[in-house]
């Protein structure tokens, strides 16, 4: 089967098992998908499978580089040998002239100098997840014994420094930070991070706890769950966090939400998932090899195959996974293809679509407020910032405007 265009796999070699307990973690309830599983653990058999058919894949759809994204769960509770296997395995599988892109995503609570080494002499992205100050992150980031972990992360984030390992931040935006956006932006820039990603959290709850796999039509007395941001204070928070940014840090910190936005107003395509007109190019590797349409859809229904049985290549780009992805572009609301600001948001992520519109149609973004009013905030600012780019001279020159 041909390959329609790149792709992309974020792989989960421990599944869902972590060693903390994060209160708002959309993931660890995956364990109920394997309910006879003890081990949690990407078999020898299946991790060479799935490196040497991404490779593969990746070479055959035109990419010089191949990227693998290690998340789970934590995914350095495997240890670092398992990791010296995957690059091992990388190594024996490569061609020439292909470069081979590691990232991995860690609570950075299990971090020792063993790993700092092995992260820096591999060349390894690392995303470590922190939500704020202490008291912030606290809040929701705890350990199976409900202690706080934050002195633990501090501690891990410390040694990524020191060891020179290429890192950035990852903080999810929730109730307890959605109003602290500036406190939370400095407080990631004096730790020195440079790269920041802001990932808002809403969680639909019943009264059996999380809801299934996410869809348009859900039933309108399902409420969210307590730790969820609303609508209205994500859009105060990335408003707060843009005017913090726009006065000094423009090309010094780079924080995802801006850079992607500003390839929007710019014209281009988005380079995130969410913000693109179409999606299923993002895809979920479990740790038994079972490839899911996206990693917010890891249900049975959404699963595709396992590496060991059909072949990666035939499982990505199938009529299946295309009208999965398609379905993003079909499902808008009418207010969403009115909208002026449709370019910027592509009615945002799918998972995200359980509210009503304002003619009360179903499906509809519940973060369209927040967007809406970014962009009427910080609209502008774009515009200007895209014009001076499309000149080629840098988006910082913004900054002297009034």
């Not at 809801?211 to 307590?226: I, K």
């Not at 407020?369 to 020159?397: C, D, I, K, W």
Request: hydrophobic share 35%.
């Amino acid at each position: 089967m041909s390959i329609a265009r790149p792709f992309h796999v974020m792989t989960k070699p421990i599944g869902p098992r972590c060693n903390i307990n994060c209160e708002y973690c959309y993931y660890l309830e995956k364990e109920k998908l394997f309910p006879d599983e003890k081990k949690f653990r990407m078999a020898d058999d299946v991790l060479e499978a799935y490196i040497r058919q991404l490779i593969e894949t990746s070479v055959e759809a035109g990419m010089t580089e191949v990227s693998f994204a290690w998340q789970g769960g934590e995914p350095t509770m495997l240890g670092v040998d398992y990791f010296r296997k995957i690059v091992d395995l990388q190594n024996k599988y490569t061609p020439e002239r292909v470069e081979i892109a590691n990232s991995l995503q860690t609570n950075g609570t299990l971090l020792d100098d063993e790993w700092g080494a092995f992260l820096r002499d591999n060349g390894f992205l690392v995303g470590i997840s922190i939500d704020g100050p202490k008291k912030i992150h606290d809040r929701y980031r705890v350990d199976r014994a409900g202690r706080p972990t934050f002195d633990d992360v501090m501690c891990g984030l410390e040694l990524l420094q020191r060891h020179e390992v290429e890192i950035n931040a990852l903080t999810v935006v929730n109730r307890a930070n959605s109003g602290k956006g500036k406190d939370v932006y400095r407080f990631l820039r004096g730790l020195g991070i440079d790269f920041i990603q802001f990932i808002p959290i809403v969680e639909r709850s019943t009264g059996c706890g999380l809801a299934a796999a996410p869809q348009v039509d859900m039933d309108p007395g399902n409420s969210v769950t307590p730790w969820s941001v609303s609508p209205r204070a994500y859009g105060k928070f990335l408003c707060d966090v843009f005017d913090t940014w726009f006065r000094k840090d423009i090309g010094k910190v780079f924080v995802q939400f801006f850079d992607v936005q500003l390839g929007l107003w710019m014209g281009g395509p988005s380079s995130l998932c969410g913000f693109a007109k179409t999606c299923g190019g993002c895809l979920a590797l479990e740790h038994d090899g079972s490839l899911y349409s996206c990693d917010h859809y890891v249900y049975p229904e959404y699963r595709l195959g396992r590496v060991t049985e059909t072949p990666l290549r035939d499982m990505l780009w199938t009529e299946r996974q295309q009208e999965f992805g398609h379905d993003k572009l079909a499902g808008l609301t009418a207010q969403c293809l009115s909208c002026s600001y449709r370019f910027a948001c592509n009615g945002g992520c799918p998972k995200h679509r359980f509210a009503k519109s304002k003619d009360g149609e179903p499906g509809h973004n519940y973060f369209c407020e927040s967007y809406t009013s970014f962009f009427n905030h910080a609209g502008s600012r774009m515009q200007e910032m895209a014009r001076l780019v499309r000149l080629g001279r840098p988006a910082r020159e913004a900054q002297s405007k009034p």
